[in-house]
């Protein structure tokens, strides 16, 4: 399944800003670098995948169409799982892409 172009070209705009900012096709989706650490990906099943400081994790899955993001059946820490309909509107994009930047901000440069 391809991802949903129109969110990436969201997402583009509101990482585009960033320096060292790259894109990167993985795990049928888009991911978005950050000094080469994984801020947001923009999924083929849809929504996003936001990378979130652990610290927080339980106040980003407290929001609605948030959830644990769980890969071959493991829970994957500091991320989190975002719905389609919990970032269509703008304000809420923004709101879990500058999570996920500021996350991957947090990690030392790969």
Avoid: H, Q
């Amino acid at each position: 399944m391809a991802y949903d172009e129109d969110l990436a070209d969201r997402v583009r705009e509101l990482v585009g800003r960033e320096p060292g900012v790259d894109e990167r096709r993985m795990f049928g989706g888009l991911a978005m670098m950050l000094r080469g650490n994984m801020a947001v990906v923009i999924r083929g099943a849809g929504g996003l995948m936001v990378r979130v400081d652990p610290g927080e994790s339980a106040v980003a899955l407290a929001e609605p169409g948030a959830e644990a993001t769980v890969m071959r059946g493991r829970p994957m820490r500091g991320w989190v799982t975002v719905d389609p309909s919990a970032c269509a509107r703008d304000a809420d994009l923004a709101r879990w892409v500058d999570r996920g930047v500021r996350a991957a901000a947090g990690l030392p440069a790969k």
